[in-house]
């Protein structure tokens, strides 16, 4: 890293209706965490355990929306972060859980809670402390304004590694030569 | 393959028969074929595509594609209303639900006796008569809440639509201003024996001097496509007569069928005369059907005066005949390629040009296409003269030119003027008063506000096919251009990305703004998506698709912004809606089953 | 003399019926396309193709080439013209690359790359189209069609069979087969079928094959669709 930023960038990450594979990819950067724990610092996120985010610079977030606590979650890190960034096929267009999205909700539901094999007198889980699905799953740009994009199922961790070094050095961050898969 | 009954077999045969079992006639079998069970069942696509040998697929293709062709069960009674922004003005919607309570059904859905049902259907060209509608076929404008408590009686008494109130189905032509066209009395086969005498060259020389242009929008020279279908290599040449007057707002070509059929059918002999063309077509938007009765009187007529049919006028080797083909509503068919590919019996899609239709057409024959409008001005060239007819108008635009006024004005209807005449005196005329804005050409055309007004109607200024809507002070202009967008989205054939995908998310933008979850990012997004189609659609119908937004982007942008919610962004959906299904499921009620659309209401 | 135009500036040679995309691709110089292939006419649907050619939008496949004509094409504007239209692609079906056979070999998926397609963008249609796994060797998803149409040319114009062929209209445009049941185990398709090897995107799939090849060794991990496409031109 060639000019370091006066202070530490602060970081911000979630994973909402994903596998936290993207997070894995993300540790995949292996050495190069000690570069960038050099130049950030973690605010929110599974690595730290901090719950609430705070004012941040980059905001990077997992997995599709698939309920209300996503949503809740997602704005709270559009609210608090300069950027934030969609990491991996799920939060970029759904992925894997929004194949879920050709079939009714009710369907979906009973199938889990009332009839699989196994289950007796199932319901509907109705506690109002747990949040409600959505009809779909949807990708996060359809729920807040989204700056950068990171596709892949994971993206991989040299990808990762590039766009966040493109991005903190002040360059429009670019994935090309096969850096850039959707799978 | 499942079993017909055998009358509706029997009844199947005969269509079959009766088309010569040919397969360029699919359309027109399909649409008899309907007549029968009032619906497509499974067994007769797979009955018909036998019949013609061909493959079934290909009979499912076409019978998905248009609008009036059903491949599921409708009702017997088949109510659509006209869903043009003028009759949305004069009350539609209303009219509709109360149509739809009074016979308790959904609107799109089929009462479960199979009885009737209510749905919209693109512009039915009765503007000046609206709010109208289409019972199997037949029109009926100036609905109101009476003739709506009629028909819904009628309608649960099952009434044979012969038995409902005559009046009921009158047609008025509401002509308001006479030129030298409205204004022609001609006995039928004047024109064609003034062209008979000049020969084939000097008429088509009295057409090149009469700078006769295209009357259905593109004004493309009719004597240039004349001479290149007279010159193009091939025996077998056709005129078709393009009277599938698709474009919202247009309903000349209406009242020229139904009061001049004459003029345009001598037209079409005028045009095989200069051609050298046997086959002549009417092809006939579904929605004027029921003209189809007169229409072939008329044709019969004329054969009995020796002016169809063989050695025309005693003509030796000038043989010519008509005959109609129905549309079955698409307004694709209007573009002329996709009309040819119509016309052969396929899908409505505009086909890659060149080769032009004047050189490969309908069946490959060289084709000549032309407006109903411009092919009854080819009379007052042949009678007249073509130097006669180039003194009206202006320099680049010769002659008269039929305007379908409708909209806010004391007396909509048809009007023809002199080609240059200025909009602030066409507005005079017809009654209109407090006018914000108005859309001359349809909904592909050009949305003119009150300081443009001074502009003038021809190929180089304001060109228009006919339709001039008028809006008052009254009226929301960003609604105009909501339903000019929901026309196209329903219109696009589908075949190219652009066109397909882009008018539908351009509807989804407008309906998000109409749903109050506006914010600017979508302005920008509709911008991006009008580019696309501008640039990258296969035909004119998709490039044309994104005018009524960017004009009104252009002069009337306060509509749009104080719908916005928010200078930033707003969700693609509506999220307490996304939930709503999971309320249902857990019985929950509570606030943390809700989400607030707008971001700020939920930071306390 | 050969006759030539300029394609963003450099001399491309034609001779007379050949279209602005051949012309280029023969000369070294990559346009895209879905829709088109070279063994079927010009369909021009895809759009991907489009060119700025004397100032004028055309679709490059469909249009013929022309005597000292100016064309555009690997330009920012036209570019960003073809990513707009991906990612309509992308919207309208149901684009899972990661649960999806044809990832690494899909056409769609290679354009994205090319055109460094990091966003579908706008809404998503999640449409729901039946999943037809009637036919005991191939699998029809209905969900990832582009409407290429190349299925539908190559069983009528190649097979003689006209398996395929699309319905509806606009955006409710779809694939229908040539069955009364709508299934494709009724009709007389059959996996070496021309028809059966041509889908650029991941409807057609032949069953008992996926994920065969491993990441890293598929089509397009090999080589990007232009280097493909150019590589293939010139042999």
Same mark, same amino acid.
């Given at each position: ?70 949503? %809740? ?5 559009? =609210? ?100 850039? %898969?959707?799978? | ?29 399909? #649409?008899?074929?309907?007549?029968? $069970? ?337 092919? $009854? ?6 009678? %007249? ?24 004005? $004391? ?25 914000? $804005? ?36 009254? =009226? ?117 089953? %809700? ?10 | ?76 504007? #036209? ?157």
């Amino acid at each position: 890293m060639s000019t370091l930023p006066a202070r530490k960038l602060r970081v911000a990450t979630a994973s909402l209706a994903g596998c936290f594979g993207c997070h894995m990819s993300f540790l995949d950067i292996d050495e190069h965490l000690f570069e960038l724990v050099d130049i950030i610092e973690f605010d929110r996120s599974p690595l730290t355990d901090i719950k609430e985010v705070g004012p941040c610079d980059i905001g990077i977030i997992e997995g599709g929306v698939c309920n209300s606590e996503n949503v %809740h979650v997602l704005r709270e890190f559009r =609210r608090n972060c300069k950027t934030l960034i969609a990491l991996g096929a799920c939060a970029v267009n759904g992925g894997l859980p929004a194949q879920r999205n050709h079939i009714p909700l009710a369907e979906c539901l009973r199938e889990v809670y009332q009839f699989r094999p196994g289950v007796e007198n199932g319901q509907i889980p109705n506690d109002p402390e747990l949040p409600l699905p959505l009809d779909k799953v949807r990708p996060i740009h359809e729920v807040v304004r989204i700056d950068y994009f990171i596709p892949g199922c994971p993206p991989s961790g040299p990808a990762i590694w590039k766009f966040l070094t493109d991005l903190i050095a002040g360059r429009t961050p670019r994935l090309t030569g096969g850096l850039l %898969h959707y799978d | 393959m499942s079993a017909l009954p055998s009358d509706e077999s029997a009844a199947l045969d005969g269509i079959l028969q009766r088309h010569r079992h040919d397969p360029t006639r699919l359309l027109q079998i399909l #649409i008899d074929a309907q007549d029968i $069970a009032g619906w497509l069942p499974a067994p007769v696509l797979t009955r018909i595509a036998a019949g013609l040998d061909i493959p079934r697929a290909r009979v499912e293709g076409v019978a998905g594609f248009y609008s009036f062709l059903y491949t599921r069960p409708v009702g017997r009674y088949r109510v659509l209303f006209s869903d043009n922004i003028t009759d949305r003005m004069l009350g539609n919607a209303e009219l509709l639900d109360a149509l739809c309570r009074k016979l308790w059904i959904e609107p799109g859905k089929m009462s479960e006796d199979g009885l009737v049902s209510v749905t919209t259907t693109s512009c039915t060209g009765l503007c000046d008569q609206g709010p109208a509608m289409l019972v199997n076929g037949q029109a009926i404008g100036q609905l109101n809440h009476r003739r709506i408590n009629e028909i819904a009686e009628m309608i649960r008494q099952q009434r044979p639509l012969e038995l409902w109130p005559a009046e009921f189905f009158q047609v008025d032509d509401n002509i308001r201003l006479k030129g030298a066209l409205l204004g022609l009395e001609m006995a039928p086969g004047e024109a064609l024996k003034a062209a008979i005498a000049r020969g084939p060259e000097g008429w088509l020389a009295e057409m090149q001097a009469s700078n006769l242009r295209g009357r259905g929008g593109a004004g493309f020279a009719t004597a240039v496509k004349w001479a290149s279908a007279r010159n193009a290599p091939g025996e077998l040449k056709v005129i078709v007569c393009n009277a599938d007057e698709g474009e919202p707002g247009t309903f000349k070509d209406r009242v020229l069928l139904n009061r001049y059929a004459d003029l345009v059918f001598e037209g079409m002999s005028l045009a095989a005369w200069a051609v050298g063309a046997g086959e002549g077509f009417v092809y006939l938007r579904g929605e004027y059907r029921y003209l189809r009765p007169q229409l072939e009187a008329v044709l019969a007529c004329r054969r009995e005066a020796g002016l169809l049919g063989k050695n025309i006028l005693g003509q030796p080797g000038f043989d010519f005949d008509i005959q109609i083909h129905l549309g079955a509503g698409a307004y694709v068919c209007g573009e002329e390629s996709a009309l040819i590919e119509s016309l052969e019996g396929k899908r409505g899609t505009p086909r890659i040009r060149p080769p032009f239709p004047v050189i490969k057409g309908y069946l490959g024959r060289p084709t000549v296409v032309n407006n109903v409008e411009t092919l $009854a001005k080819t009379c007052l060239v042949a009678l %007249h003269g073509g130097a006669d007819f180039a003194a009206t108008g202006t320099a680049q635009s010769a002659g008269t030119k039929l305007i379908s006024i409708s909209g806010d004005c $004391a007396m909509p209807g048809i009007y023809e003027y002199p080609f240059g005449a200025q909009i602030s005196r066409i507005l005079e005329d017809c009654g209109a008063s407090d006018t914000q $804005a108005i859309q001359v050409g349809g909904a592909s055309g050009i949305c003119l506000a009150s300081y443009e007004f001074q502009r003038r109607i021809a190929y180089e200024d304001v060109p228009t096919a006919g339709a001039f809507m008028i809006f008052d002070g009254t =009226r929301d202009l960003f609604e105009v251009a909501r339903a000019f967008i929901h026309f196209f989205a329903h219109e696009s054939c589908g075949f190219c990305t652009p066109c397909r995908v882009g008018t539908s998310l351009l509807k989804g933008f407008m309906d998000k703004l109409a749903d109050g979850h506006g914010a600017k990012a979508d302005l920008n997004d509709i911008d991006w998506i009008d580019r696309l189609l501008k640039n990258a659609s296969h035909c004119g119908l998709g490039s044309a698709s994104p005018n009524p937004v960017i004009d009104t982007l252009q002069k009337f942008r306060p509509a749009y912004e104080r719908r916005l919610v928010s200078l930033d962004f707003e969700p693609a959906f509506d999220l307490d809606a996304a939930l709503a299904e999971a309320r249902q499921l857990t019985a929950r009620n509570d606030p943390g089953a %809700h989400l607030k659309t707008h971001e700020e209401e939920e930071e306390k | 003399m050969t006759k030539q135009f300029l394609l963003d500036g450099q001399p491309v040679p034609f001779e007379d019926g050949q279209t602005v995309l051949e012309a280029a691709r023969a000369a070294g110089h990559y346009i895209p396309s879905l829709c088109w292939h070279k063994d079927f006419p010009p369909h021009g649907s895809c759009k991907l193709c489009v060119v700025k050619a004397a100032g004028r939008h055309v679709s490059a496949c469909a249009t013929p080439a022309k005597e000292g004509w100016e064309v555009e094409s690997n330009t920012p504007e #036209i570019n960003g013209e073809r990513r707009g239209l991906l990612q309509m692609l992308l919207v309208e079906g149901n684009h899972f690359c990661p649960s999806c056979e044809k990832s690494g070999d899909c056409e769609l998926q290679a354009l994205g790359y090319e055109y460094e397609v990091l966003t579908p963008r706008f809404r998503h249609f999640f449409p729901d189209r039946p999943v037809d796994a009637s036919h005991p060797d191939v699998l029809l998803d209905f969900n990832r069609c582009i409407f290429c149409e190349l299925c539908v040319r190559a069983s009528r114009d190649i097979d003689g069979k006209s398996v395929f062929a699309l319905t509806g209209r606009g955006i409710d445009k779809h694939l229908v087969v040539n069955a009364e049941s709508g299934r494709l185990a009724d009709t007389d398709f059959a996996k070496t079928d021309r028809a059966a090897n041509i889908c650029p995107v991941g409807v057609i799939l032949h069953k008992r094959v996926g994920f065969a090849v491993p990441i890293g060794e598929r089509t397009f991990d090999l080589a990007t669709i232009s280097e493909k496409t150019l590589k293939e031109g010139s042999s």
